[in-house]
Nanobody, 119 residues
Framework: VQLQASGGGLVQVGGSPRLSCAAS????????IGWYRQAPGKQRELVAR???????NYADSVKGRFTISGDNAMNTVYLQMNSLKPEDTAVYYC??????????????WGQGTLVTVSS
């Protein structure tokens, strides 16, 4: 299983980039994909997460500004980011969660894509 994150770059305050996370390999047991971010000197945090049955949750700091979406097969998951702020600057990672029935099997991480918000 491989996750390829893309779409980062230098963006101005108020910008609206879209990040993509493409999953390849076996996705049969892939049940959720999440976007995380890690700013310099801070811990990695969950930004948004979507499950195969389209259950979604967001961090409070991005609610109303970011939208996560994906196809039912979870081959690709997007993170539409709107109204960016300087504090959104971080490396963004996607993470895939695998389950067998209700049993958690493990997760995979993409390589990360840097989003820099300039004022």
């Amino acid at each position: 299983v491989q996750l390829q994150a893309s779409g980062g770059g230098l963006v101005q305050v108020g910008g609206s980039p879209r990040l993509s996370c493409a999953a390849s390999g076996s996705t049969y047991s892939l049940k959720a994909i999440g976007w995380y971010r890690q700013a310099p000197g801070k811990q990695r945090e969950l930004v948004a997460r979507i499950t195969r049955n389209s259950r979604i949750n967001y961090a409070d700091s991005v609610k109303g500004r970011f939208t996560i979406s994906g196809d039912n097969a979870m081959n690709t998951v997007y993170l539409q980011m709107n109204s960016l702020k300087p504090e959104d600057t971080a490396v963004y990672y996607c993470q895939a969660e695998y389950y067998s029935g209700g049993t958690y099997l493990g997760d995979y991480w993409g390589q990360g894509t840097l989003v820099t918000v300039s004022s």
